[in-house]
């Protein structure tokens, strides 16, 4: 009843409503065009690997399903996402994007446009590497492909991938959900009627355990999403007694909420990029004629279908991930300036810097916790695939972590936008 009347609430207000359709017409879109294929792939033979290569799988779900039917947004949002971590890296070491990083929105739209420009190559490079991957594969996925065809494909997926850029970035702006989130989001779940097809494949007297074992991992993985996303710790505010000519303004005794899990999926997402980007890049060199090169790139290749391996790094990013985005986010100091200067103070510790010193101690702690947390779910169906030995347990455990993480903080995100409008109309 209550998400009944959410829905009623947000088709009651007009700009809710233009933003909501909004955004499901520019998800119908990106589904649209997801189904407009490239020529030079067979995709019935690109379907059939992608089922049974654990690496393709975890590919096709990280670009939203667009792997599968190899279009011309194939790429997804991935070259995006890898351009956007690696200027937020630079940012941390470069001392010009760090100032730039504090000049406000103009700073910020500046790193933004950098950011595109990084797309644009990491479009080629990656696209290329797809390409040469398939074509290793020796399942014929690639047909023979001209150099005016291969070129023809290549840009054509650097064009769909900036088109994707470009409705994400709309979609955010509408402050309803993160736009790059929300189209992974929607390729999952528009893949989810074959996924549940295929699982069912597999249920006979032999794979009951499996079927068994993945609705436990779904279940936890649900609960633990949610228990992280939803945990936050209250510091207590005061705020001192003002007079403001004959009035008496303050005294008042609120909290301020810290997140255990303050960068949402966004851990989820950069661990996956990072794990997909050096295989992908490996293939380009696995026939260089140069002899170490090439031997680098076959260790590499391997070293990434260790599954110990695979998990281990996996569970490290998504941990460091966590932490990185939190601090990018997280300004203690910048909150500390605030509270002092409405005259508000945590009871026993002193303004300004204690404060910010404060703070910064408390949200390490609840982010180690969250991050540990969010990390041990996310290898979860990696270490049952071991004991399965089904494919599909991986590719949809991470689906599903994924889908949950886009659920609640969209949602989280639209609640706010009506709580925002309530206090507007009061």
């Not at 970035?169 to 097809?197: C, D, R, W």
Request: charged share 10%.
């Amino acid at each position: 009843m209550k998400f009944i009347e959410q829905l009623r609430r947000i088709w009651k207000s007009p700009d809710m409503r233009r933003d909501l359709l909004f955004i499901l017409g520019m998800l119908t879109l990106f589904r649209l065009v997801a189904h407009i294929p490239l020529p030079g792939v067979d995709v019935r033979s690109l379907q059939a690997l992608l089922g049974g290569n654990q690496f393709l799988g975890l590919l096709n779900v990280f670009t939203g399903g667009t792997i599968s039917n190899f279009s011309v947004v194939a790429l997804g949002v991935g070259p995006y996402i890898t351009a956007s971590i690696i200027i937020q890296l630079l940012t941390m070491v470069l001392p010009k994007l760090e100032e730039l990083q504090k000049e406000g929105e103009q700073g910020q739209a500046r790193i933004n446009a950098y950011t595109r420009y990084l797309t644009v190559p990491l479009c080629f490079l990656q696209g290329y590497g797809i390409i040469a991957l398939l074509r290793q594969s020796g399942q014929g996925v690639v047909l023979n492909l001209s150099p005016m065809t291969l070129a023809t494909m290549l840009f054509t997926m650097a064009a769909g991938t900036l088109f994707l850029m470009w409705i994400g970035e709309l979609i955010s702006e509408k402050k309803m959900g993160n736009g790059i989130s929300l189209l992974i989001f929607a390729g999952i779940v528009a893949a989810l009627p074959q996924y549940l097809a295929q699982t069912a494949a597999i249920f006979d007297a032999g794979q009951a355990i499996t079927l068994l074992a993945f609705a436990v991992v779904a279940a936890v993985t649900i609960a633990g999403v949610v228990t992280v996303s939803e945990g936050q710790r209250n510091i207590p505010v005061t705020y001192a007694k003002r007079v403001h000519g004959m009035q008496l303004a303050g005294g008042v005794d609120t909290h301020l909420p810290l997140r255990v899990s303050m960068a949402g999926v966004i851990p989820i997402i950069f661990a996956i990029s990072v794990m997909l980007f050096p295989p992908i890049v490996a293939q380009l060199f696995l026939r260089a004629k140069t002899v170490w090169l090439a031997a680098v790139a076959e260790w590499t290749v391997r070293l990434f279908q260790n599954q110990l391996f695979y998990s281990l790094a996996y569970f490290l990013l998504v941990f460091g991930f966590t932490f990185f985005y939190t601090t990018l986010i997280f300004r203690p100091t910048q909150i500390a300036e605030n509270l002092q200067k409405q005259g508000g103070f945590i009871p026993g510790i002193r303004p300004g810097s204690p404060t910010a010193n404060y703070l910064t101690f408390v949200m390490n702690r609840i982010t180690l916790a969250g991050a540990v947390f969010l990390a041990v779910i996310a290898v979860l169906p990696l270490a049952m695939q071991q004991y399965t030995g089904s494919q599909t347990m991986a590719i949809g455990g991470t689906s599903l972590l994924i889908v949950v993480s886009v659920v609640i903080e969209t949602v989280k995100q639209i609640q706010s936008q009506l709580t925002m409008r309530e206090y507007e109309t009061i």
